[in-house]
């Protein structure tokens, strides 16, 4: 079961990260669209072992290879999605699984049909330059910085109550981890994005297993409310540092929500 699951989970992120580093707009939306997809089959590939009293860990065995252009990238993916198909469950959850995949499969054949799509790939050239804005390089290490830190953190907490969430039947605490998983996947899918843009975009470091093993709920909650106030002082300390206001006001953005991540977490006090 749980090589199932970890192929689904690192075919999530191959997805997820794909739709990162392709700048053409229709094909990263599609992209990230499949990308929540495979998502929720990890969650009801979750529900399945448990109901069978089994379980999964989030182990993951895999690299994010520089790519130079899009085929390079998509290619790649066709590979990762057509030799996952072996691992599903021969079920209607398998049967399901398998026929979006199709869909995804299809979707990429229809791109690599079309050479104009073959788009020059920067999301790994490591040049830290914010588009046209004239950021200082002490601006520019202050968003590295933030942008390594932060999609770690997302990609943690999406996890972390992902596992929690399935193991709970406290209807509360259901909505509100759910709340927070999808607060922090538009926070991870907008980092991950701006890693792309500067050029660095990485996969975040696995997670260990006591990360999402949760003994005493009430401490894990009190920690990730204090882990959410240092990410305000970030987000307040980067808005104050960066002398652009466009990104100074998506951190404020950033800001506000996370307050309001605390809020949802004292639900579960």
Same mark, same amino acid.
């Given at each position: 079961m749980n090589k199932r699951y970890q !192929?689904?989970?690192e075919l999530w992120l191959a997805v997820l990260f794909a739709s990162f580093a392709i700048n053409d707009e229709t094909i990263k939306s599609r992209l990230y669209d499949f990308s929540q997809i495979a998502f929720r089959h990890m969650k009801w590939l979750g529900e399945?072992?448990?109901e069978k009293g089994e379980d999964y860990n989030y182990d993951r065995d895999m690299l994010l290879y520089k790519r130079n252009s899009i085929f390079e990238i998509i290619e790649s993916l066709k590979e990762q999605i057509e030799e996952t198909q072996q691992f599903y469950p021969q079920n209607i959850l398998g049967r399901r699984i398998k026929t979006d995949d199709a869909y995804l499969l299809e979707y990429i054949s229809q791109i690599l049909k079309?050479? !104009?799509n073959n788009?020059?790939?920067t999301a790994f050239n490591m040049q830290r330059k914010w588009g046209d804005k004239n950021l200082s390089q002490e601006q520019i290490d202050a968003l590295t910085l933030f942008l390594f830190e932060e999609s770690y953190k997302e990609y943690e907490l999406i996890l972390v109550y992902a596992y929690m969430q399935a193991r709970t039947r406290n209807v509360?605490?259901?909505n509100v981890f759910q709340d927070l998983v999808d607060e922090s996947h538009f926070h991870l899918?907008?980092?991950?994005?701006m890693m792309?843009?500067?050029g660095i975009l990485a996969l975040p470091r696995e997670l260990h297993t006591m990360t999402y093993i949760v003994k005493d709920l009430e401490q894990f909650v009190k920690d990730g409310i204090a882990e959410e106030e240092a990410a305000k002082v970030m987000c307040k300390e980067l808005s104050d540092a960066i002398k652009d206001e466009e990104l100074s006001k998506f951190f404020d953005f950033i800001n506000y929500q996370e307050s309001y991540h605390i809020e949802l977490m004292k639900k579960l006090l």
């Open positions: !192929k689904k989970h399945e072992a448990l079309d050479e !104009k788009q020059e790939v509360l605490h259901f899918k907008s980092f991950g994005n792309a843009k500067l």
